[in-house]
């Protein structure tokens, strides 16, 4: 069983950067996809961005070309690079470790961290 958790959030201005990570624990982290997903006050959790053991990513439509996923098998970490922030990135992102299912459905994670707040300020 994986166990994560997240770090990296804060506040930031529109333009900005922040990179957040996500800490994980277990024997299945390198065989798990890693996702992150992000929850505005009074909306549903939304997919982010994935990628799979090998290193195959995709990303939602707003993120794309500003957010970059990334892992590291052997510490047993992922990272969210987050550029060119925008006012409506601000949430609580979350990773989450799937084993199969739909990567961009949160029901297809069985494994999720915390959370950490993404407040961009304009």
């Known amino acids: 069983q994986v166990q994560l958790v997240e770090s990296g959030g804060g506040t930031v201005q529109a333009g900005g950067s922040l990179r957040l990570s996500c800490a994980a624990s277990?024997?299945?982290?390198?065989?798990?996809?890693m996702g992150w997903f992000r929850q505005a006050p009074g909306k549903e959790r939304e997919f982010v961005a994935a990628?799979?053991?090998?290193?195959?990513?995709v990303y939602a439509d707003s993120v794309k070309g500003r957010f970059t996923i990334s892992r590291d098998n052997t510490k047993k970490t992922s990272d969210l690079q987050m550029n060119s922030l925008k006012p409506e990135d601000t949430a609580v992102y979350y990773c989450?470790?799937?084993?199969?299912?739909?990567?961009?459905?949160?029901?297809?994670?069985?494994?999720w961290g915390q959370g950490t707040q993404v407040t961009v300020s304009s």
């Open positions: 277990g024997r299945t982290f390198s065989t798990s996809v």
């Open positions: 990628i799979w053991s090998v290193g195959n990513d």
């Open positions: 989450g470790s799937a084993s199969r299912g739909s990567v961009y459905r949160t029901s297809s994670y069985h494994t």
